[in-house]
């Protein structure tokens, strides 16, 4: 089982602040710098120290000048953090980058992102922030030429990339930072990065299951070791690493020989770390199990000795890996109950830790010696698991790639608005002059559209009302042929037939007898005959003179023209109790112009087939209903259509009112309710 230290680089907060020229000449500087000093002294208490950096920095505020407070922001973030007061501490530094953004210091601008990166890593363990974060302050220290710093945020994206299984992107970064390290001065600190990061290549490698490469790569993590002043047990560690390559090789001889080694040196049982020992001690036993060696008490006494160990030191991590081994080996001596035991104890460990490798092996180990139901659960369980690391995966694949992709957009992005911000308020002035023009354009419009819209109505009207009057004239004309018809009829014969009876009844007022009696009686038959004549004289003209029967007239042609030319049946009713010839022709041309209207929307929409119009006149007021068979639509929808306005602004003008109803494919009735004034 591979256990490698990971060491997390210290970063490095330099309270000396990095002074501009202004910070030379303001009054009061000194008391200031002496402030941010004592601070920064050890000698005094963590509480002392932060009352001197507080003073520090209220002092700074009353310069006004940033460059000045940004330094003294820094000593006190550094003060917060010693005390772990992370939430403040990372206030601090998000104050220190908006600060350092508005008077371009980048110098600042990396630290602040670099600190703010670590909040997010070690603190909140927000990999993608931090990540985020890292990627601005690497990228601002390679502009600046910050070699040291970049390395320490190189280090640490790396070290992300590895926890979330971007094994390529952590490899090139661990690479980058070596290359910038091999320009640098050698000393203690550099060796001790560059350990670091070999051993996590080596690390990297053995999850892609580069084993050569891996061994490659911790060899020179030993070798490192070896140059480092206080570098004995980076070597141990790395002889340990190696020991698990061998492992995975399969050459357990060369794996013992290392682990032997490295416990043969008494400084693996330091105070520093000492999780160490139990960690070799485990993975020696279990390469003995592994390599078939038949001490198998000998194995089991130094596994539970590694447990038992750590279980003292209660350090989770160490007592996971010795929990699964343990199981392991119980479950291959056949020993069910102690490989439930502490393959039990791996499962929970491995659930609370999000320790995922093992969890994974303790659900397989229990999926084994569990039967039944509660075997195939665990493996259920370590499928499902397991399916869900594969895509998370995949997922995070180009995460990282991603992040750095959008923070340069997001950089390019705040440059852009930066030098557009000018342009924009010019454009918004010429934008909001040229909106009022268009809204004075559009009005004027809509004012000369409305003009227009009356020229037209009334230049119709007038077509309708020459219209009406050219009907007018016909029916004149035909009531004059009528008459002079009516007066022919009565000259020529009724007239000449009463003459003609009342001489033959002349005739007979000196006559008696029978054939006197049955000649009166014929010729007064006649003066029957001739009044019935009369009366039917005297009603076909009441009939044909009826007052305002012309509009009625025009109304019907209109209604033949239209329906004959859409293709509609229609059955036109009327009564003859509207006396038109004093209706206003105000009332008339709209009463047309609806029944044209009305007709026209049938066609364009209704798909009908007949229509049926009527116009009645009931309590002093005149009844319209023009009703169709066609497919109807949704009344509340077509409100606003414009035939539906025109129809309604008719019927408003003549202060009547106008209900649709309308079922779809039902038809639609249209009826219409207008004052009788006369």
């Known amino acids: 089982m591979l256990r490698y230290l990971s ?7 330099n309270t000396k602040a990095v002074f501009s020229q202004n910070e030379k000449s303001v009054k009061g500087l000194d008391s200031i710098q ?20 507080l003073s520090a920095v ?38 220190n980058l908006k600060l350092a953004k508005k008077i371009n210091d980048s110098l600042v601008i990396g630290i602040a992102s670099l600190n703010l990166g670590w909040y997010h890593h070690f603190n909140m363990v927000q990999n993608d922030s931090a990540y985020y974060y890292y990627s601005r302050a690497a990228k601002t220290f390679d502009e600046i030429g910050e070699l040291d710093r970049q390395v320490t945020t190189l280090v640490n994206l790396a070290d992300i990339q590895d926890t979330e299984r971007d094994y390529i992107g952590a490899e090139a970064n661990s690479i980058k930072a070596i290359k910038i390290l091999e320009r640098l001065p050698e000393t203690e600190n550099y060796l001790s990065t560059k350990w670091i990061l070999y051993n996590l290549l080596g690390v ?17 993590a030993y070798d490192i070791g070896k140059k480092m002043e206080f570098g004995f047990i980076d070597q141990m560690l790395s002889l340990n690493n190696m020991a698990f390559v061998y492992r995975k090789l399969g050459n357990h001889a060369k794996a013992l020989e290392l682990y032997n080694t490295v416990l043969e040196n008494k400084e693996v049982y330091n ?11 485990e993975n020696l ?18 596994l539970k000795t590694a447990y038992k160990i750590s279980d003292s030191l209660e350090d989770p991590i160490t007592k996971l890996a010795v929990s699964i081994d343990l199981a392991k080996f119980y479950y291959g001596q056949k020993n069910k109950d102690s490989s439930l035991v502490y393959a039990k104890q791996a499962y929970d460990i491995g659930g609370e830790t999000n320790s995922n490798q093992i969890w994974l092996e303790s659900m397989q180990l229990l999926s084994k010696i569990n039967d039944g139901e509660a075997g195939k659960a665990y493996l259920n369980q370590y499928i499902k698991l397991s399916d869900s690391l594969l895509l998370n995966e995949r997922k995070n694949r180009n995460k990282f790639a991603r992040i750095e992709f959008e923070t340069d957009k997001l950089e390019e992005e705040n440059k852009r608005i930066s030098r557009e911000r000018l342009w924009l308020t010019i454009l918004s002035i010429g934008l909001l002059f040229t909106a009022l023009l268009i809204y004075i354009i559009i009005t004027q419009r809509a004012r000369n559209k409305e003009l227009k819209f009356k020229q037209d109505q009334q230049q119709a009207n007038e077509e309708i009302y020459n219209l009406m009057l050219s009907q007018q004239d016909k029916v004149d004309e035909a009531r ?19 003459f003609g009876t009342r001489l033959s009844l002349d005739s007979l007022n000196f006559s008696e007898g029978k054939d006197a009696i049955k000649s009166r009686a014929n010729y007064i038959s006649e003066l029957k005959t001739i009044e019935e004549d009369i009366r039917k004289v005297s009603h076909d003209l009441n009939t044909d003179f009826v007052s305002g029967s012309g509009f009625m007239d025009i109304i019907s042609e209109l209604i033949e023209k239209q329906t004959k030319a859409y293709q509609l049946q229609y059955d036109f009713k009327y009564t003859d109790d509207i006396n038109w010839e004093f209706v206003p022709n105000k009332t008339k041309i709209n009463i047309y112009r609806i029944i044209q209207e009305t007709l026209q929307n049938i066609y364009k929409h209704a798909e009908a087939n007949e229509v049926k119009i009527s116009i009645e006149l009931k309590n002093n007021v005149i009844l319209l209903a023009i009703i169709d068979d066609g497919k109807g639509f949704e009344i509340n929808k077509s409100k606003k259509g414009i035939g539906l306005k025109n129809i309604n602004s008719r019927v408003n003008e003549l202060e009547g009112s106008v209900k649709f109803y309308s079922e779809i494919n039902k038809g639609t009735s249209v009826l219409i309710d207008i004052p009788y004034k006369s």
């Open 285 to 302: 036993a279990f390469t003995k199990y592994e390599a078939k060696h038949s001490d198998i008490d000998n194995i089991e006494q130094m």
């Open 271 to 281: 105070e520093e770390d000492p999780t160490f020992y139990p960690l070799v001690l």
């Open 7 to 13: 060491l997390l680089i210290f970063l490095f907060f």
């Open 480 to 498: 004059a042929s009528e008459k002079k018809r009516i007066s022919e009829e009565l000259h020529d014969g009724i007239l000449g037939r009463l």
């Open 58 to 95: 209220e002092l700074s505020s009353k310069t006004k000048i940033d460059s000045v407070l940004i330094n003294s922001n820094r000593t006190l973030s550094s003060v917060y953090l010693n005390r772990g007061e992370y939430e403040k501490y990372r206030k601090l530094n998000h104050n």
């Open 204 to 220: 990297i490698n053995l999850k892609l299951e580069l084993y050569n490469a891996s061994l490659e790569y911790h060899n020179m």
């Open 34 to 53: 002496k402030l941010r000093s004592l601070s920064s002294d050890a000698e005094f208490s963590l509480e002392e120290r932060l009352a001197f950096a």
